[in-house]
């Protein structure tokens, strides 16, 4: 037996190390996970809650529509329940989106350094993926244009971008989707959105009615704290999403995923508290490179990617002997480590961490 020849070279996706591992393998009391941009402060009270409830229908099929967690969503965003369609992660929308739209042969156009996941499931529909350089660690939203052609079939934004954390602006968006044939379908990845406080970040939702060929996708997963649960979900023009729907798996959100989402919806309380604290912890880890002399892209996410001038995957086992676990080996950036912003108790033990590494012989320079 024989799988297709266009996946054979595609690599898994490899998550974070486990905290449990890095514990047993090198016999570390405390261990902190500082590398899959989790949340540190948990999720809503209110969605655990929600969970134990549900636990008395753990033998009952979920909703297959995720109609009440669909009618909350779109009464939360102003616009339509059949503008929303539910993934399990923003993760599966994009597999979606690319399984719907996709042909072999089809160009899809994104940036040389971003979520991995979009070249990922553009390469199993063996389409042809189209990355272009960015620009001090942005989206280069006039070269991507010019890379639009009558073979484009999709572009994927993602903003603020993982990994480098920085954002387009509000009229860079505005001038790049007016640019793009109606024909071409732009996925704007907003799964960081709920972190941003720079006022020239702009809200892809506002721009859906101007632009039908706009898909937003959203996640529980990061600043809600939903990350086991699974739960992502896409906005957009309700004919493109009735087109996206075919290839959805049945029952694809479980009911605690949907009852903590809808839960987690209502607690804005919640979602505000851990922006401010985010925005703390960022200036906290800006104000630590700067002392440590460490470049890094401005961050308007919960993560933030630092130049550390020695080949990232040298830090990355340093810093993991020290009980720090840190993501590595971005594409285009082999000397930059990826920081997800903790707990101020985290943040000061990373880079206490840090400072010593670099202080250490054990890691040569670059």
């Known amino acids: 037996m024989q799988p297709k020849p266009n996946i054979v070279h595609l690599p898994a996706y490899q998550p974070g190390k486990p905290v449990e591992d890095v514990q047993r393998e090198l016999g570390l009391a405390e261990v902190i996970k500082l590398a899959s941009n ?7 009270p209110k969605a655990k809650e929600a969970i134990a409830r549900e636990a008395a229908n753990i033998s ?3 909703d297959g529509a995720s109609i009440k967690l669909t009618e909350a969503v779109a009464r939360h965003y102003g616009v339509n329940p059949d503008q929303v369609i539910f993934g399990a992660g923003a993760d599966e929308v994009i597999m979606m989106i690319a399984r719907a739209y996709l042909r072999p042969g089809d160009e899809t156009v994104m940036a040389a350094s971003t979520f991995s996941q979009y070249r990922h499931h ?3 529909e063996n389409a042809v993926t189209i990355e272009v350089p ?3 660690g942005k989206h280069d939203l006039p070269a991507m244009l010019a890379q639009v052609t009558e073979r484009t079939r999709i572009v994927w934004i993602c903003n603020p971008n993982n990994p480098t954390g920085t954002i387009v602006t509000r009229d860079e968006l505005e001038s790049f989707l007016t640019g793009v044939p109606s024909s071409v379908m732009v996925v704007l990845d907003e799964a960081y959105a709920e972190y941003v406080t720079d006022p020239a970040y702009p809200n892809g939702l506002e721009l859906l ?5 706009l898909v ?3 996640t529980f997963s990061k600043i809600y704290g939903l990350a086991s649960l699974r739960v992502g979900y896409g906005i957009g ?4 999403i009735r087109s996206i729907n075919p290839v959805r798996l049945p029952f694809n959100t479980t009911r605690f995923a949907q009852a903590a989402a809808l839960a987690a919806l209502e607690d804005q309380a919640f979602v505000g508290e851990c922006r401010r604290k985010n925005h703390e912890g960022r200036q906290v880890l800006k104000q630590a490179f700067d002392r440590l002399g460490l470049d890094s892209f401005p961050a308007h ?3 933030v990617l630092v130049d550390v001038r020695r080949p990232s995957t040298e830090v990355f086992d340093a810093l993991l002997r020290k009980g720090v676990i840190v993501r590595p080996g971005h594409k285009g950036y082999p000397n930059h480590i990826r920081i997800t912003v903790g707990s101020p108790d985290q943040n000061g033990k990373l880079i206490a961490a840090l400072e010593a590494v670099l202080r250490e012989d054990q890691v040569p320079r670059a």
């Open 60 to 62: 009952v099929y979920p």
């Open 134 to 136: 960015m620009k001090d």
């Open 301 to 303: 996410g919960n993560f």
């Open 216 to 218: 937003v996708l959203r």
């Open 237 to 240: 023009e309700a004919s493109v």
């Open 209 to 213: 009615k101007r632009f039908p060929n």
């Open 122 to 124: 553009a390469e199993i």
């Open 38 to 44: 989790e949340n540190p402060y948990g999720s809503s």
